[in-house]
T-cell receptor, first 113, second 111 residues
Framework: EAGVAQSPRYKIIEKRQSVAFWCNPI?????LYWYQQILGQGPKLLIQ????????DSQLPKDRFSAERLKGVDSTLKIQPAKLEDSAVYLC???????????FGAGSRLTVL | GQNIDQPTEMTATEGAIVQINCTYQ??????LFWYQQHAGEAPTFLSY????GLEEKGRFSSFLSRSKGYSYLLLKELQMKDSASYLC????????????FGTGTRLLVSP
């Protein structure tokens, strides 16, 4: 089966600019996650979708981050405006409903200058 | 809330055995996962424990004690390719399943 697709793989922007990341999960996976992984740290959950509904966004900085999952398939994570501390790898993952065996995409590495 | 602790870094030699410990404090505990992450790559699933005891899968084994809030990952016959970060992750049931990761243990295997 095809894996979790993410784009772009790398992005460099200046602070206060905006950026968007795209994720296409494994076909049939109802649950989609966005994690932020800062260098040297474990992944931190930003937002979790069940189909196209949000089930957890408690750690999403909502003043600058937004995410949507239209039609319960693809998802987009946006940052506007970006700050230096947003430099990280943004990992998208999906799972078959509530099994919690996550399959991760390769990630999108963001550098904010 | 939740708290997950694991050592930051460990070193071992090829062919040896290494044990990576993880302790956790959380509410709504629903299981413990171990993921492997090579530098610059995405995490990949290694093992899952929901009941107390040892789960063996080839060279890798994982142990869980729910009463002690403790798990370990045991890697046998270490190979150079095992050099990676090992992430302990707790599954919590808070009305929905939520997976929270520790900071990871970076393992360096030397010849």
């Amino acid at each position: 089966e095809a894996g979790v697709a993410q784009s772009p793989r790398y992005k460099i922007i200046e602070k206060r600019q905006s950026v968007a990341f795209w994720c296409n999960p494994i076909s049939g996976h109802a649950t989609l996650y966005w994690y932020q992984q800062i260098l040297g740290q474990g992944p931190k959950l930003l937002i979790q979708f069940q189909n196209n509904g949000v089930v957890d966004d408690s750690q999403l900085p909502k003043d600058r981050f937004s995410a949507e999952r239209l039609k319960g398939v693809d998802s987009t994570l946006k940052i506007q405006p970006a700050k230096l501390e947003d430099s990280a790898v943004y990992l998208c993952a999906s799972s078959l409903d509530r099994t919690n065996v996550l399959t991760f995409g390769a990630g999108s590495r963001l550098t904010v200058l | 809330g939740q708290n997950i602790d694991q050592p930051t870094e460990m070193t071992a030699t090829e062919g040896a055995i290494v044990q990576i410990n993880c302790t956790y404090q959380t509410s709504g505990f629903n299981g413990l996962f171990w993921y492997q992450q090579h530098a610059g790559e995405a995490p990949t699933f290694l093992s899952y424990n929901v009941l107390d005891g040892l789960e063996e899968k080839g060279r890798f084994s994982s142990f869980l004690s729910r009463s002690k809030g403790y798990s370990y990952l045991l890697l046998k016959e270490l190979q150079m390719k095992d050099s990676a970060s090992y992430l302990c992750a707790v599954s919590m049931n808070t009305g929905f399943q939520k997976l929270v990761f520790g900071t990871g243990t970076r393992l360096l295997v030397s010849p």
